[in-house]
């Protein structure tokens, strides 16, 4: 299993502190699940990443796009639990 970033960086090597990678496998349904983590999140995580799978000759692959977006200094001050109470 590899996560990769653009064409080629291999993101096994940047795991620690910016980067958490997790694997799961569930004995009755026999389905892994894996989950890549960016921790602080900065302009240059932006991009296109995939998932890579090889079992035996096969590869399997999932792309997707990650893109950051400045946090609202106002929404960021307000508390979590403050956006769920009722008036």
């Known amino acids: 299993m590899k996560w990769l970033k653009g064409k080629w960086l291999d993101l096994s090597s940047k795991a620690g502190k910016h980067l958490q990678f997790k694997e799961v496998?569930?004995?009755?349904?026999?389905?892994?699940?894996?989950?890549?983590?960016?921790?602080?999140?900065?302009?240059?995580?932006?991009?296109?990443?995939?998932?890579?799978?090889?079992?035996?000759?096969?590869?399997?692959?999932?792309?997707?796009?990650?893109?950051?977006?400045?946090?609202?200094?106002?929404?960021q001050d307000n508390n979590i639990l403050d956006s769920f109470k009722r008036s």
Do not use: H, L
Not at 32 to 44: A, H, L, P, Q
Not at 60 to 67: G, I, L
């Open 25 to 75: 496998y569930d004995r009755n349904t026999k389905i892994y699940t894996y989950e890549m983590t960016i921790i602080k999140v900065v302009d240059g995580d932006a991009g296109g990443y995939r998932c890579e799978v090889t079992i035996k000759d096969k590869v399997d692959v999932s792309p997707f796009e990650v893109t950051v977006q400045a946090v609202d200094e106002e929404k």
